[in-house]
Nanobody
Framework: QVQLVESGGRLVQAGGSLRLSCAAS????????MGWFRQAPGKEREFVAA????????QYTNPVKGRFTISRDNAKNTVYLQMNSLKPEDTAVYYC???????????????WGQGTQVTVFS
């Protein structure tokens, strides 16, 4: 069982930056692929970024490429999402997820955090 706790979401002006963190309870954190997803009101949960177990492989959805950076620190059992040049369309609840396979599909992940709200105003 893995418990995930996100933090770092808040209200921010367009063009600003935020860093989201996701702390995992598992001592085997390094065994998991990690992903960030987001869900805006009235929309389906969508893939944002994923990182492999050792951080060597990374994938982003096109709308965030060049603005967001996913990283992980296995010694701290934490995955991060650095978000720069934020836009109002980035407004959503952001979730981190842990899984045993590399995927951009939400149903491929086994464990989810409770989410953290990011609101970008213009």
């Amino acid at each position: 069982q893995v418990q995930l706790v996100e933090s770092g979401g808040r209200l921010v002006q367009a063009g600003g930056s935020l860093r989201l963190s996701c702390a995992a309870s598992a001592r085997t954190f390094s065994n998991y692929f990690m992903g960030w997803f987001r869900q805006a009101p009235g929309k389906e949960r969508e893939f944002v970024a994923a990182i492999s177990r050792n951080g060597g492989s990374i994938q982003y959805t096109n709308p965030v490429k060049g603005r967001f950076t996913i990283s992980r620190d296995n010694a701290k059992n934490t995955v991060y999402l650095q978000m720069n040049s934020l836009k109002p369309e980035d407004t959503a609840v952001y979730y981190c997820a842990a899984g045993s396979m590399w995927s951009a599909r939400p149903n491929a992940y086994d464990y989810w955090g409770q989410g953290t709200q990011v609101t970008v105003f213009s």
